[in-house]
């Protein structure tokens, strides 16, 4: 069992930035990678990006390259992504989840391959 937990959604301006946090841990269980997804409302469920925990590989949706980045904290199992140029239609509930097999290995896999445990999400707006 994973216990996730993301914080840091707030009201930003279009161009401004902002930067997520999570947390994935376990007592049990070995997390292998944590990725970010979002949900507008009325739309779709998409990968924003994901991390190896076990090499610190990063990758990223389209949508977002170049803009967002996934970074390492100091304590285990957490992970940061700053949000850079944001744009209204960045306006989504962004949810961190973590894996407990290896994931977020390939280009050619999903970035949200094998994300079992999620968090309860925190609300980005982009908006002026």
């Known amino acids: 069992q994973v216990q996730v937990a993301e914080s840091g959604g707030d009201l930003v301006q279009p161009g401004g930035s902002l930067r997520l946090s999570c947390e994935a841990s376990?007592?049990?269980?070995?997390?292998?990678?944590i990725a970010w997804l979002r949900q507008a409302l009325g739309k779709k469920r998409e990968a924003v990006s994901c991390?190896?925990?076990?090499?610190?590989?990063?990758r990223y949706g389209y949508a977002v390259k170049g803009r967002f980045a996934m970074s390492r904290g100091s304590a285990e199992h957490t992970v940061y992504l700053q949000m850079n140029y944001l744009k209204p239609h960045d306006t989504a509930v962004y949810y961190c989840?973590?894996?407990?097999?290896?994931?977020?290995?390939?280009?050619?896999?999903?970035?949200?391959?094998?994300?079992?445990?999620w968090g309860q999400g925190t609300l980005v707006t982009v908006s002026s």
């Open positions: 989840a973590a894996a407990t097999a290896v994931a977020c290995y390939s280009d050619y896999v999903p970035l949200d391959y094998g994300m079992n445990y």
């Open positions: 376990s007592l049990t269980d070995h997390v292998y990678a």
């Open positions: 991390m190896s925990l076990e090499d610190g590989t990063r």
